[in-house]
């Protein structure tokens, strides 16, 4: 019998950048979504494009966006080290970011075509009665599109698991620190465990799937 020997610190790093990435997509995405759902303005589709960018741009070069903002040099970099007093680069806090940022498309898509699904004229019907565009917005459009928001979420969540190329760019592959469970795989690989990169493709795969599955029920599933 092999006993195999698996470092799970991947795997609760990976967990933790993963919710708080996606947490962080979500808070930016959901009302930038309905913007783009709901709003005619100059320039919307190139908007759209642009902040769809990161599903196609591949990894080094978005990695190489993202060293030029959040680096030492960069403004948010800056501003980051002048607040909390250390730099943002090769932290786990930019590992947070690089997923963020990468799943953030997941999001925005998803909830700009649950919105774009919600019949106007409920809408509509709640401003005749008085109520406010807030409160149309928390009491009809949210609750009749939350199924494609949250279906977009755990895709988001899922991809920001699997982040590698900008994460490895931004944050490194530092055991304990920024090690994700892909770059820990790749280190695996490369050092020959092949015991250890089986175990941590199949943690991840299974997480993988059980998203995706709850993902394709949620968007199969009418409203009420």
Do not use: H
């Amino acid at each position: 019998m092999i006993v195999v020997d698996v470092d799970l610190t991947p795997l609760w790093l990976t967990l933790k950048v993963a919710s708080l990435a996606t947490l962080l997509a979500f808070s930016a995405s959901v009302g930038i979504a309905f913007l783009l759902a709901r709003s005619r303005f100059w320039g919307k589709e190139w908007l759209d494009a642009v902040l769809t960018l990161p599903l196609v741009l591949p990894p080094t070069v978005l990695g190489y966006y993202l060293i030029v903002v959040v680096g030492r040099r960069g403004w948010i970099g800056q501003w980051w080290e002048g607040v909390f007093g250390f730099p943002l680069m090769f932290t786990w806090q930019g590992a947070v970011l690089a997923a963020a940022v990468v799943s953030f498309p997941l999001i925005l898509k998803s909830a700009r075509a649950a919105y774009e699904g919600v019949e106007p004229n409920y809408e509509k019907a709640a401003q005749t009665l008085g109520q406010t565009e807030l409160a149309v917005f928390l009491r009809i459009t949210l609750p009749l599109a939350w199924r494609g928001i949250l279906a977009g979420t755990l895709l988001a969540f899922a991809r920001a698991m699997g982040e590698f190329g900008a994460t490895l760019m931004v944050a490194g592959n530092l055991p304990g620190k920024t090690q994700t469970l892909s770059l820990a795989v790749y280190d695996a690989v490369q050092a020959g465990n092949d015991g250890q990169a089986t175990l941590l493709v199949l943690m991840t795969s299974v997480t993988c799937v059980i998203i995706l599955v709850l993902s394709a029920k949620l968007l199969k599933t009418k409203p009420l």
